[in-house]
């Protein structure tokens, strides 16, 4: 039961463009969603999260966008550098329980 | 460096042995998670452990068993191992409500 998707599993962008990554999860009792990033052979490390009374937070060139009503969020990199490349997940859960569900990952190349 | 460690880094071994991978969480965490990534696979949320007590489980087989400890290191045991075992095991953790810090995985090859 694949309760956050992420329908991309890979996307190229140029340096210097917007990346924007997707997230789709269909229980509504999610209510804290995070974005992490994982380069090869090392552990997933945390990137930016929202909790469910926003529906935008910002932390330098990242921001992500929470859409509850269509049950979407997104993560957008602006500018995107070289660095970024990497796999990107997004998680999300639930205030009253503890349990993390992670999508399968966007494997995001930005090119220089 | 994000504070959580995992022994070992790689481990090779056959099938039907057993294997135990450690987990040491981030100075002040009492919540450990285990994770599974398969070839081009998402994470895969095994079990967590709060504290020393079973909190939450995932899609984790009847072969694999884990623990936490009363200093809060935890132990994934992989037991009966077949060939689709093989894989990347994260460990994470976090406050009871924060977000996780991972490891850097141990790489599991069944052979």
Redo the contacts between chains.
Sequence with gaps: DQQVK?NSPSLSVQEGRISILNCDYTNSMFD?F?W?KKYP??????LI?ISSIKDKNEDGRFTVFLNKSAKHLSLHIVPSQPGDSAVY?CAAKS?N?????????TKLNVKP | DSGVTQTPKHLITATGQRVTLRCSPRSGDLSVYWYQQSLDQGLQFLIQYYNGEERAKGNILERFSAQQFPDLHSELNLSSLELGDSALYFCASSTLVGEQFFGPGTRLTVL
């Design positions: 992420q804290y995070l992490y052979a090392e552990g997933p490390t945390f999260s997940f205030y329980f503890n349990k993390f569900y992670f999508g399968s990952g």
